[in-house]
């Protein structure tokens, strides 16, 4: 079995900045890519952040310059440090990771339980 436990949101004014982090365990044999989402209400899950097992990130425009993603592969942990936050940043953020375990050795994707973060004006 594999989890993927979140921590780090919370209640921060505009202009602020919180740290999430996503630790994942289990029967873990390899992971390509872990990521954030985040999803506000009444609208759709949409990817935040996304890094390879090399490094490679990406983000959606509405976060380029105020969010880095970054990761731990010795301890199969992913980072997003969030600054300069803004209302809109509100949202629920899901961690993602698509890995092998060693129960099938095929890709899957699994998710984290979600942390609130609220960004107050």
């Known amino acids: 079995q594999v989890q993927l436990v979140e921590s780090g949101g919370g209640l921060v004014q505009a202009g602020g900045s919180l740290r999430l982090s996503c630790a994942a365990s289990?029967?873990?044999?390899?992971?390509?890519?872990m990521a954030w989402y985040r999803q506000a209400p009444g609208k759709q899950r949409e990817s935040v952040a996304t890094?390879?097992?090399?490094?490679?990130?990406n983000y959606v425009d509405s976060v380029k310059g105020r969010f880095t993603i970054s990761r731990d592969n010795a301890n199969n942990t992913v980072y997003l440090q969030m600054n300069s936050l803004k209302p809109e940043d509100t949202a629920v953020y899901y961690c993602?990771?698509?890995?092998?375990?060693?129960?099938?050795?095929?890709?899957?994707?699994?998710w984290g339980q979600g942390a609130q973060v609220t960004v107050s004006s």
């Open positions: 993602n990771a698509v890995l092998r375990d060693s129960s099938s050795y095929i890709l899957r994707t699994y």
């Open positions: 289990g029967s873990i044999v390899s992971i390509r890519t």
């Open positions: 890094v390879t097992s090399g490094g490679s990130a």
